[in-house]
């Protein structure tokens, strides 16, 4: 991808202004992207000076930089949040895969009624939370739906259901609902959701008097506990503040290469929900907490007002989220601080060691690699392997590991179309080769930093035939296996062993990548040939299409058992005569 770029001219060229940065890796993959209020004193501080061990990883693999000038810091966040979502960089946080809070939404609709939902960046939306957990939320909606009569149906049905019999629908389908009948059914449940539960435990103590009456005393009870439950929960975690503000306490603690976060949602005077965070940062941590507030509040609702801790630049995230941010000092505010930053600070001493570990099974583990094999740290490593019988329904798979994890959603499947579906490996892996890095090198998709083949010297000889032939540049290796079928040692493109300790991190990564890549080939082989197994002796049967080859499989699971079914059990599952007797005579024939 060139020669490296000579930073220090490079840095004197870059603009005393705001703005985003990119830094780029050897095959010009943008691994981080930041913002600055003053983008060359931001850029030349990563070449100056010492930096700890991860920055240093970072620095290592920087090839590159590019940078963007912008208006404002605000237009240099809004920039830099845009092209992390675009590259998710190596180096960068990421929320992509953090989890999305559950809500109750009372839906803007004729006959409105109550849903929990996730998504809740629409506008003009009623939604109160948020819940812990997805069952609270439920919970909640069911008791809420057995107090007020709000419709339950998706659709309004042409008749009344259950649910209007006793007395939990205002069914909307039979009768003619006013506006004003729904607005106070509504604003019962806003008071409820808001903490103001009174009259609902009014309407619970009344229908459990009424079934006592009725000596139906095991519901009476079910309303007793359900009232209990109501008050027991309201009054946990009651908040000591003068207001009832929906507010968010932001803390966070750090050491040498972790961060921790904690986030109290805090509704109606009490703590409704956390959320926590921990996770290895490359910057500098204060910027770093900035940026995943800016990142968590993209997703979140942002309420009226954040509680931060003093260190944190709050004039930018004020602006991007519109909201006030406090930074108590003292009282009951600064206590409620401090909890977070303490729950934020326990987080990461219980689970330091537990995140230490899963760092040298996985990122410390794939650098290992890229030092055994003398190469670049291979942070995304693509592994190939053929599975055939005897020559026949040939297939192969790829995986991925990025940062020494699998990349699932990237895994792909290969069904070998040449040498008329008789494939030894070696044409086999020339085949896959080709065909995946083709399409890298036409899409310019991003390139691994390692290709990994199960097996010696055929396949490594295939695979570099083929990768030297495209003009690419992607170091190769093979694993090889010993007779009882073990993964043994590491064979480099020049066809040097490396031995590996076979206790050590890096080899269980090694086998962990072998065994994914073997598992994946043998699950898609197996597919192909009970495909063509069905198809081929219940294909050109004279009346059997395609559904009715599922319902035949679908019932007797297998080929073999339909052909034990008789004509009447076949003509019971929905086949006419004429059908059940092709398939019969045919299966015999067979």
Same mark, same amino acid.
């Given at each position: 991808m060139g020669d490296k770029v000579d930073f220090k001219e490079k840095i004197k060229n870059i603009p005393g202004l705001p703005g985003s940065y990119q830094f780029k890796n050897n095959?010009?993959?943008?691994?981080?992207?930041?913002?600055?209020?003053?983008?060359?004193?931001?850029?030349?501080?990563?070449?100056?000076?010492s930096h700890d061990t991860k920055t240093s990883r970072l620095v290592m693999n920087i090839h590159d930089i590019e940078y963007i000038v912008t208006n404002s810091e605000l237009d240099a966040l809004l920039l830099e949040l845009n092209l992390i979502k675009k590259? $998710?960089?190596r180096y960068n946080i990421m929320l992509t895969d953090d989890k999305t809070y559950p809500y109750i939404?009372?839906? #803007?609709?004729?006959?409105?009624?109550?849903?929990?939902? @996730?998504?809740?960046?629409?506008?003009?939306?009623?939604?109160?939370?948020?819940?812990? $957990?997805?069952?609270?939320? @439920?919970?909640? *909606?069911?008791?809420?739906?057995?107090?007020?009569?709000?419709r339950k149906c998706d659709k309004l049905p042409k008749q009344e259901c259950l649910y209007y019999h006793m007395g939990q629908c205002i069914a909307p389908c039979i009768n003619k609902i006013q506006e004003d009948e729904y607005t106070t059914i509504?604003?019962?449940?806003?008071?409820?959701?808001?903490?103001?539960?009174?009259?609902?435990? $009014?309407?619970l103590e009344e229908y459990m008097k009424n079934a006592s009456e009725n000596l139906e005393f095991e519901r009476a009870l079910e309303y007793k506990k359900t009232i209990e439950s109501i008050k027991t929960t309201t009054n946990k975690q009651k908040i000591n503040l003068n207001d009832m503000k929906d507010r968010d306490i932001i803390g966070f603690f750090y050491n040498d290469f972790l961060l921790s976060i904690e986030i109290f949602f805090i509704r109606n005077g009490k703590i409704n929900a956390r959320h926590q965070k921990l996770f290895e940062y490359y910057d500098d941590p204060i910027k770093t907490v900035e940026n995943y507030i800016a990142q968590f509040y993209e997703k979140e609702p942002i309420p009226r007002e954040l509680f931060v801790q003093r260190e944190?630049?709050?004039?930018?995230?004020?602006?991007?989220l519109n909201t006030k941010i406090t930074k108590p000092q003292k009282g009951d505010k600064y206590k409620l601080l401090k909890l977070a930053i303490f729950n934020a600070e326990q987080g990461l001493l219980e689970k330091t060691e537990i995140v230490k570990r899963e760092l040298d099974r996985t990122v410390l583990s794939t650098e290992k690699v890229g030092e055994l094999l003398n190469i670049?740290?291979?942070?995304?490593?693509?592994?190939?392997? $053929?599975?055939?019988?005897?020559?026949?329904?040939?297939?192969?798979?790829?995986?991925?590991?990025?940062?020494?994890?699998?990349?699932?959603?990237?895994y792909r499947k290969f069904k070998i179309k040449t040498m008329n579906d008789k494939a030894s490996d070696y044409h086999t892996m020339k085949e896959v080769i080709y065909r995946r890095y083709y399409r890298v090198l036409m899409e310019n998709l991003e390139r691994p930093g390692l290709l990994?083949?199960?097996?010696?010297?055929?396949?490594? #000889?295939?695979?570099?035939?083929?990768?030297?032939?495209?003009?690419?540049?992607?170091?190769?290796?093979?694993l090889i296996k010993n007779e009882k079928h073990n993964t043994s040692f590491l064979m480099t493109s020049n066809l040097v062993k490396i031995d590996i300790d076979r206790t050590s991190n890096v080899f269980h990564l090694l086998t962990r990548i072998q065994d994914?890549?073997?598992?994946?080939?043998? #699950?898609?082989?197996?597919? *192909?040939?009970?495909?063509?197994?069905?198809?081929?002796e219940l294909d050109n049967i004279q009346g059997i299409g395609q559904k009715t080859k599922e319902l035949l499989l679908k019932h007797y699971k297998s080929v073999n058992l339909i052909k034990f079914a008789s004509l009447e059990e076949l003509k019971e599952l929905g086949l006419n005569q004429k059908q059940a007797t092709n398939l019969i005579k045919k299966l015999k024939q067979d």
């Open positions: 095959d010009g993959i943008v691994i981080y992207v930041g913002k600055a209020k003053n983008l060359k004193k931001r850029v030349s501080s990563y070449f100056t000076g590259y $998710n960089p939404e009372i839906t #803007n609709e004729k006959h409105p009624t109550l849903i929990v939902t @996730r998504n809740i960046k629409k506008k003009s939306r009623l939604i109160f939370g948020p819940y812990p $957990n997805v069952s609270a939320a @439920r919970s909640t *909606v069911k008791l809420l739906n057995k107090v007020y009569p709000l509504t604003k019962s449940i806003k008071r409820f959701l808001k903490g103001d539960i009174s009259e609902t435990i $009014n309407k944190l630049s709050t004039d930018v995230l004020t602006s991007f670049p740290i291979p942070y995304r490593i693509e592994a190939f392997d $053929n599975s055939n019988l005897f020559g026949e329904d040939a297939v192969s798979s790829m995986i991925v590991f990025i940062n020494g994890v699998p990349s699932r959603k990237e990994l083949v199960d097996g010696g010297l055929q396949q490594i #000889n295939a695979a570099k035939e083929i990768i030297e032939s495209l003009n690419l540049s992607i170091p190769i290796a093979g994914e890549a073997h598992r994946f080939a043998i #699950n898609y082989h197996k597919q *192909v040939r009970s495909k063509g197994l069905f198809n081929s």
